[in-house]
Nanobody, 118 residues
Framework: VQLQASGGGLVQAGGSLRLSCAAS????????MGWYRQAPGKQRELVAT???????DYTDSVKGRFTISRDNAKNTVYLQMNSLKPEDTAVYYC?????????????WGQGTLVTVSS
């Protein structure tokens, strides 16, 4: 099982980006999916999560600007990022808690770089 993230890039402050992360392999079910980020010199932090019932949670700094969603048929999670700020610059990692042939797995994507210029 692997997660493939895409959609990062360079954008000016106030702009938007949409990240995608698709899970592939032998997947029985996915409980929660989420996005984390790690800025240079800082620890990785939770950005947003979404569970199988589509309940969402966001870190305070992105509330009202970012929206997480998922397409269960495609095993894909999205992060729509609007009104981007320079402090949103980081490597963004997707994550999934899932079952693969009844084995519980905690899977991370490879990371995608988001750079917001001022």
């Amino acid at each position: 099982v692997q997660l493939q993230a895409s959609g990062g890039g360079l954008v000016q402050a106030g702009g938007s980006l949409r990240l995608s992360c698709a899970a592939s392999g032998t997947i029985t079910s996915i409980s929660s999916m989420g996005w984390y980020r790690q800025a240079p010199g800082k620890q990785r932090e939770l950005v947003a999560t979404i569970n199988s019932g589509a309940s969402t949670d966001y870190t305070d700094s992105v509330k009202g600007r970012f929206t997480i969603s998922r397409d269960n048929a495609k095993n894909t999670v999205y992060l729509q990022m609007n009104s981007l700020k320079p402090e949103d610059t980081a490597v963004y990692y997707c994550h999934a808690d899932l079952l693969s042939r009844w084995v519980s797995m905690n899977v991370w994507g490879q990371g995608t770089l988001v750079t917001v210029s001022s």
